[in-house]
């Protein structure tokens, strides 16, 4: 059962108090954009077999969206940080790279 | 090889079943191949199968980094069935259970199709109409469905309370000739008859990179060293995105785990497969007497091949509402399998940006009643160039927005 720690009400919330909002920090594309961008920010998503970065709903809680980090491999939890980042805390960072040398995510780690 | 019929059966009896032999042969990794397959579960294999009988091209190797069946072929709930809405499904999940209907005779295995009739409830006023729609587009597509009462529900399978206080039953989607099939038979099957025709199926065999040259590939690496191929076919579900970004492309697809449980045997009870949508439940009596029950998938990208115990409790918790008699049963075992799905919940067979690699993925929860059309489709792909019944399901779909929406049809995992 995965746990995260609401970085808002600071609640070490379980599964079932969470929904999943799939892949964080997507960059969207509107009209106008070109076809391609257009494909990858409505379908392509990173479906990496290792650290993913995500986004979660304290749905049962205080309600807020935040960000997480987290293997898909292992499930486990490197951090989680508020919905308004833009890009991955650089302590969640290091605490990925000392444990996944070489880690790499899009162009954001 | 021998073939198997009821005289090698008595045959082996009188001398203690000495003389069987493999069902197929070890191999080792021949320098290049003119197709390697990477996968052996159900939709690799019979992508093989279906190369060598339909095309002539057996000069083929299926990899498979663990063992022939052990990914979702292996861990599903055996549910066949065609009543899709969409006409391109219809023609590929029609195709896969025609063929079904003669596997054991065509594979010389008896892989146990059991045409028993399934049916998919409808609990809520939505799902009498979206079911009663997808009624009338299978009679247009020529697909055996019929929209039956409550009473007709009730007599079908007895062990159901059709008046349950939250979610009566208010009719059903029946398929009398949908049903079930041994998962692990259909991988053995296929497997027996490649291995037959001379192709090689290389197990604890993991690929590990995709060689290019030119936009064109060239071979694979893989834990038993590299070895060369003119085209390369990947099947490998739950692991597509991790395979494509080994070639240099990228998938709309994300992995998320499907889990499944069976309770103790029990006497014969339910005779018919029945899949309950809005509960998310779905259960079928196996042969040897377990209740084979699946829910929903988890919400978030997962390749860990397990479940979670909420799943198992919200989907019990649910079905035991309309099957009041499973409330006494022990469950025996739960499994996760790791499924790849689709924004519009239909597969992918398709050429990709790589010249001479073809890839079939996104079968998500629903694939394993699609394993012979499936092969069809992507052998004749491989071995032609197009493929009448792979058409619309192409990757090109969601650049050009033309999706095969099946997310009312597959509504639960099955
Ligand atoms: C719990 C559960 C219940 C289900 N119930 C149903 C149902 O009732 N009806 C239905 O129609 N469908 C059902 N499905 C879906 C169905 O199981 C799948 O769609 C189908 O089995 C997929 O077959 P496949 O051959 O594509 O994949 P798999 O059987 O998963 O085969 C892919 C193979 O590729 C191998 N592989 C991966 N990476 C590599 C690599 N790098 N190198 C070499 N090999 C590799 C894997 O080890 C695996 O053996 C269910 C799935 C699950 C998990
Ligand atoms: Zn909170």
Same mark, same amino acid.
């Given at each position: 059962m995965l746990i995260f720690e609401?970085?808002?009400? $600071?609640v070490m919330a379980e599964e079932t108090e969470l929904t999943a909002g799939g892949e964080a920090h997507v960059k969207r594309f509107g009209p106008g954009s070109s076809d391609e961008d257009f494909e990858t920010y409505l379908f392509h998503r990173e479906n990496p077999k290792g650290v993913h970065f995500e986004r979660w709903r304290h749905a049962n809680g205080c309600g807020k969206w935040f960000l997480a980090a987290r293997c *898909?491999? #292992? !499930?486990e939890v490197f951090g989680t940080y508020p919905a308004q980042t833009t890009r991955p805390p650089e302590p969640i960072l290091e605490a990925i790279r000392a444990k996944r040398p070489g880690f790499q995510w899009r162009d954001l780690a | 090889m021998k073939r198997y019929s009821a005289f090698a059966v008595a045959r082996e009896a009188l001398r203690d079943h #000495?003389?069987?032999?493999?069902?197929?042969h070890k191999a080792q990794p021949k320098k290049r191949y003119d197709v390697i397959i990477v996968g052996a579960g159900g939709h690799g294999l019979a992508t093989a199968y279906y190369l060598g009988k @339909? =095309?002539?091209? #057996?000069n083929v190797a299926i990899l498979e980094?663990?063992?022939?069946?052990?990914?979702n072929t292996g861990r599903n709930t055996t549910i066949i069935r065609s @009543?899709?809405?969409q006409d391109p499904s219809a023609a590929i999940y029609e195709k896969a259970r025609g063929l079904y209907e003669t596997l054991s005779q065509d594979l010389n295995y @008896?892989? +146990? =199709?059991?045409?028993r009739g399934v049916m998919m409830l409808a609990q809520t006023e939505h799902e009498v109409r979206g079911y009663q729609r997808t009624a009338h587009a299978n009679s247009l597509q020529g697909v055996e469905t019929e929209f039956i009462s409550p009473k007709q529900v009730k007599e079908l399978c007895?062990? +159901?309370?059709?008046?349950?206080?939250r979610y009566p039953v208010l009719g059903a989607l029946w398929q009398p000739r949908g049903g079930t099939a041994r998962h692990d038979a259909v991988a053995w099957g296929y497997a027996r008859k490649c291995s037959e025709m001379g192709m090689d199926i290389l197990q604890k065999?993991?690929? *590990?990179g995709v060689r290019t040259e030119g936009g064109k590939v060239q071979g694979v690496e893989t834990t038993l060293g590299p070895i060369d191929c003119d085209k390369l076919g990947l099947?490998?579900?739950?692991?597509s995105s991790v395979l494509a970004e080994q070639a240099g492309f990228r998938l709309p697809i994300e992995s998320l785990a499907l889990q499944a449980l069976v309770s103790e045997p029990i006497k014969p009870c339910m005779d018919v497969v029945v899949m309950a949508n809005t509960v998310h439940g779905y259960m079928s009596q196996s042969d040897k007497g377990e209740m084979v029950i699946g829910g929903g998938t988890d919400g978030f990208n997962n390749y860990t091949q397990r479940g979670s115990f909420h799943h198992i409790e919200e989907t019990v918790r649910a079905l035991i509402e309309t =099957?009041? +008699? !499973?409330?006494?049963l022990k469950m025996l075992r739960q499994w996760g399998g790791i499924v790849d799905m689709t924004g519009d919940r239909s597969p992918i067979i398709s050429s990709t940006p790589v010249g001479g690699i073809f890839i079939n993925c996104?079968? $998500? #929860?629903?694939?394993f009643k699609a394993i012979p059309g499936s092969g069809w489709a992507m052998a004749e792909l491989m071995a032609k160039g197009h493929s009448p019944l792979a058409e619309? =399901? $192409? !990757? @090109?779909r969601f650049v050009e927005g033309r999706f095969i929406d099946e997310s009312v049809a597959a509504g639960v995992a099955h």
């Open positions: 609401c970085p808002y009400c $600071g *898909t491999n #292992t !499930l | #000495t003389g069987w032999g493999r069902a197929w @339909n =095309f002539g091209i #057996t980094k663990g063992w022939l069946g052990g990914g @009543n899709y809405l @008896n892989v +146990m =199709f059991s045409p007895p062990i +159901m309370n059709i008046d349950g206080p065999c993991e690929v *590990t099947v490998v579900a739950g692991h =099957f009041p +008699m !499973l409330s006494r996104g079968w $998500g #929860t629903g694939g619309d =399901f $192409g !990757l @090109n």
